[in-house]
Structure formats: structure tokens, C-alpha cells
């Protein structure tokens, strides 16, 4: 019979053989049928690649949303496994499918935000969750330097007064 990583790859390449010729339905099943196989296995670049054609045909159906969520995953497969070329092929199917590309990772330490990754850093040095909600003190400016706002009055009593106030 074959393992689910070959019969995954068989089913890929059957469908990039008929892109659509025995109709679109039957090509969709195969990728479809290729990426539920792939996902039980450890062929992440194959993966990626039914990934990517699956999203490829959903665009070409008319279904450009529906092809965001694979292309998303083929992208992150691609780099995570190294390969460039379809990396940027994912990349640019993700722009023409309409996505706004922020970030490409979906995991790992590449996936998060800057506040996500500060907060991951404090966490690791051994602060608890009430030491990192802690909000940071004001910095000397706030209390050093006349203010350049209008809305407060000028001198550090009033400043400090101001900030109380504002903060309350």
C-alpha cells in the first residue's frame, strides 16, 4: 500500500497532473486528501507544498479567503524547514489572495509580538505575573524637565500633582 507520507505526495502530484482536466472537485479531493495524509506525518515540506497548491486552486476557484489559512500554514512550514523558494511562493500567493503579511511565523519565538516577546523575557528571568504587571516608574523626565505640554502647569510640584491627578 504505501506510508501516509507517500500516498500523501502520490496524491499531490496526481493533482498537479490534472490541475482541474478531470474537474476541479476531483483535484480539490486529492489535495485535500493529500494535506489530511501529510498531517499525520513528518513530511513538513510536502506538507507545505499540498498546502500551497490546495490554497492555489482555492484562489483560482474564486475562494480567496478560504486559501489565506493554508497558504498562512504553507508559509510557515516553508521557512521553518528552510526552503526559500517555497517560501516566497506561499509569500506571494498570500499577497495576491489579499493577505496583509505582518508576520510570518505562526509559532515560536518568531511569532511574537514585541510586547509578547518583553514579557516572555521578564517570565524567563523569574519574574512572577504580579512583578511583570507592574507598571514600570515614571522616568526622571517626567519629574527633571519642565513639561512640554500646556495642560499641566510648569514646576516639578505641580508636575507631580498633574501626574497624580491624571493618574487617578
Not at 511569532?111 to 512583578?131: F, I, K, P
Amino acid at each position: 500500500m504505501g506510508t501516509p507520507a507517500t500516498l500523501g505526495a502520490a496524491l499531490r502530484y496526481a493533482a498537479a497532473a490534472d490541475p482541474g482536466h478531470s474537474g476541479p472537485s476531483l483535484t480539490g479531493e486529492s489535495l485535500t486528501g493529500a494535506v489530511g495524509l501529510l498531517e499525520t506525518t513528518s513530511a513538513r515540506y510536502e506538507l507545505a507544498l499540498a498546502l500551497t497548491d490546495l490554497a492555489a486552486l482555492l484562489c483560482r476557484s474564486g475562494r480567496r479567503a478560504d486559501a489565506r489559512v493554508p497558504l498562512r500554514r504553507a508559509l510557515d512550514l516553508a521557512q521553518r524547514t528552510g526552503a526559500a523558494p517555497l517560501a516566497d511562493r506561499a509569500r506571494r500567493e498570500l499577497l495576491a489572495a489579499g493577505a496583509r503579511l505582518r508576520r510570518t511565523a505562526l509559532t515560536g519565538p518568531d511569532a511574537l509580538t514585541s510586547a509578547e516577546r518583553r514579557v516572555a523575557g521578564l517570565a524567563a528571568d523569574g519574574l512572577s505575573n504580579r512583578q511583570i504587571a507592574q507598571p514600570s516608574p515614571p522616568s526622571k523626565r517626567i519629574f527633571g524637565t519642565p513639561s512640554t505640554s500646556s495642560a499641566s502647569p510648569p514646576g516639578p510640584t505641580c508636575q507631580l500633582n498633574w501626574i497624580v491627578n491624571f493618574l487617578q
